[in-house]
Nanobody
Framework: QVQLAESGGGSVQAGGSLRLSCLPR??????????LAWFRQAPAKEREAVAA????????VYVDSVQGRFTISRDNPNKVLYLQMDSLKPEDTAVYYC?????????????????????WGQGTQVTVSS
């Protein structure tokens, strides 16, 4: 019903930048209807939320640890979700996942819960060296 494909991961030194992309392919409704978010999972740690964005892209929310360094955005006509990551730190090293769900509100209470998202990509590795 919904397929998500991430790309853009890689290795970078601390202080560097990367831009992740996620291409949602939906067979039901339109990509405009879906809440989209980024999560990450470091080795031996639980998956955690990074950022989420509303259906129209007008509202965003971030976890405190990335606030001011990461920017989530979406290009609905071209069906792409982005995560611009600047001033990267070694603790940002993780597999980054794109997530989607029809149920809103996209940036309200509960946005960071893994269980509220029905669809997930396969992930892309980001490694930040000191």
């Amino acid at each position: 019903q919904v397929q998500l494909a991430e790309s853009g991961g890689g290795s970078v030194q601390a202080g560097g930048s990367l831009r992740l992309s996620c291409l949602p392919r939906v067979s039901k409704f339109s990509v405009y209807n879906y809440c989209l978010a980024w999560f990450r999972q470091a080795p031996a740690k639980e998956r955690e939320a990074v950022a989420a964005i509303s259906t129209a892209g007008s509202r965003t929310v971030y976890v405190d640890s990335v606030q001011g360094r990461f920017t989530i955005s979406r290009d609905n006509p071209n069906k792409v979700l982005y995560l611009q990551m600047d001033s990267l730190k070694p603790e940002d090293t993780a597999v980054y996942y794109c997530a989607a769900d029809l149920q809103g509100p996209c940036t309200g209470a509960g946005w960071a819960e893994v269980s509220r998202y029905s669809y997930w990509g396969q992930g892309t590795q980001v490694t930040v060296s000191s």
